[in-house]
């Protein structure tokens, strides 16, 4: 296995040099010249050069590690796209640091006892909390006061957050068949009950409504109904003269049977009405490529990463939350 002063030894410089360029440091920082740096990184990729993540643990007191906490609870609390987490530890690798993935009762997570030892039982430097809904109450402020690095993914807090904009998102969606023409826009949500739900119900429905008051327009969310009693709604209001010629759906699913209501009418989209979505890219409805804005996981994991190592590199401080904007996918619906 190649050492430093191999690497040393290749390029023609000294040891601690060639250790603060592998280490990160600065071209002014270690008095190498830029073509020195790239000779010292070239010599140890040839060589085969991998730091010993074990010896900078113990130099750092620290594990160069992560932990990605869930909830035991159920997969709504703490759901995780396959893109979010490719994003982290895609980020993770790159920081030259690995993810272990901590599923913990909210008894733990409320334990005055165990939170201030979480780090130390998990081997880590930090947590990305993936706690999206009904966080147990205390939870945030425990690890708070036990001043333990902690970024929440998906969450919408004014600090240490990191969430998609759906408020923004929602706004858009409306926006964007407002400026087609579009008159009498319905907005299907998921069935809203009163028990508590992911902000982005909530705000995606509350932007909608403010684009069209903002526009001088009626609303017409439906929001209570089961997916019987919306295909019932679509079924009536579809019909007739009066019937939406746009439509703000909160994800696939109201989207698909928004559509298949309209297939039994004998309506197509486009020509008769729009629609547009959320949710991953490309959503598809019998081979019809549905508009939509995407949730943007990728980047909420990057930044997610990005925000926890600042974190842990200033304990104690809060870091502004950060909103994520939904870029658009274009489909065949508009």
Known sequence: MATLQDIAARVGVSQPVVSKVLNGGTVAGCNASAATRKRILAAARELGYRRDLAAAATRSRRFGSIALVLSTANAYRSSLPSEMIAAITDALEQ???????????DAALTDERQVPRLLRYLGADGLLVNYNRCVPDGMDALITDCRIPAIWLNDKRPHDAVYPDDFDAGR????????????????????????????????????????????????????????????????????GDARPTGFVCYSIKQASEVLHAAAKLGLRCPQDFALISFGGAPMEHVGLHISALQVPNEEVGRRGVRMLIEAIEQPGQRLAAQAVAFPVVDGQTI
């Open 95 to 105: 920081a030259e640091m690995h993810l272990s993935l901590a599923r913990l009762t």
């Open 172 to 239: 858009r969606a409306t926006q964007t068949l407002i400026e087609r023409g579009h008159r009498r826009i319905a907005y299907l949500s998921q069935t809203l009950t009163e028990q508590p739900t992911h902000y982005s119900e909530t705000d995606r429905l509350a932007s909608y409504e403010q684009a069209m008051a903002d526009a001088g327009l009626t609303s017409r969310a439906i929001t209570t109904l089961t997916s019987p009693q919306r295909m019932a709604w679509l079924a009536q209001h579809m019909a």
